[in-house]
């Protein structure tokens, strides 16, 4: 059957129109491609990388330049966030021939336990240790409460003249600190904020007596108990 003239007017531009397009359309990806397999020249790094060890960003570079550069950003990323210290990364590409990652680092608040450090967001990531940083010991699900109140704590204890080098949680819940100078202050598991304001302020009153004492146990509705180092048995029936 002979298509009518009209009809051919109309289709043989619009498959002629077809044609261009798919042939851009190819030349398009053949150059796309010809560019993605660039191999990457140039790694750029932003973001917190002074907080960063340098030579696993340098190892890091040297990864990303033995791959071209239209390699997937989603692995680049996830290779990015194993480096110790990051908390999250991004990459994109700057063609022709760069990647640029960008990284947000862990503030470290505290050391974890015996092996892993806390962030000052309550996060618990492993990176090596700066014994300079004080330790909380608690159990799991128990980071973030004890992050939280860290600050008031140490804030309430400030008069006694020592900084907090420790803070402890049990796994009953029972809250403690130990300060720089060896004192032990047992908190118990209710009201440590006020126990501890409370104790500070009677601790004036505590060194004019002349009293020595490694510990001290706050758990007593109407005051506190100080015994002598040697002497750590906690009282039982108290919060």
């Not at 128990?142 to 003249?161: D, I, K, N, Q, Y």
């Not at 506190?224 to 906690?234: M, Y």
């Amino acid at each position: 059957m002979k298509m009518p003239a009209a009809i051919r007017q109309r289709v043989i531009p619009a498959a002629a129109a077809t044609g261009v397009v798919a042939l851009l359309a190819g030349v398009g990806w053949y150059g796309y491609s010809a560019v993605a397999n660039r191999p990457v020249r140039h790694v750029v790094f932003t973001g917190d990388v002074d907080r960063l060890p340098r030579d696993v960003l340098e190892e890091f570079s040297r990864e990303l330049q033995k791959r071209p550069v239209g390699t997937s950003l989603v692995s680049v990323r996830e290779n990015a966030k194993r480096i110790p210290w990051v908390r999250d990364a991004s990459a994109r590409r700057d063609f022709p021939d760069t990647i640029e990652v960008r990284f947000e680092a862990y503030r470290p608040l505290a050391r974890w336990n015996d092996k892993d450090l806390v962030s000052v967001q309550g996060e618990i990531f492993s990176a090596p240790r700066d014994t300079a940083l004080p330790l909380f010991r608690g159990p799991e699900g128990f980071a973030l409460a004890m992050v939280t109140a860290w600050p008031r704590l140490v804030e309430s204890l400030a008069p006694v003249g020592s900084p907090v080098a420790e803070l402890h949680v049990s796994a009953r819940g029972a809250w403690e600190v130990v300060l720089a100078s060896g004192l032990r202050i047992v908190l118990g598991r209710e009201d440590m904020v006020a126990r501890a304001q409370r104790f500070a302020q009677a601790w004036p009153q505590v060194v004019a007596r002349g009293v020595e004492t490694r510990y001290a146990d706050l758990r007593y509705p109407n005051g506190f108990a100080l015994r002598q180092a040697a002497q750590v048995t906690a009282p039982k029936n108290k919060k």
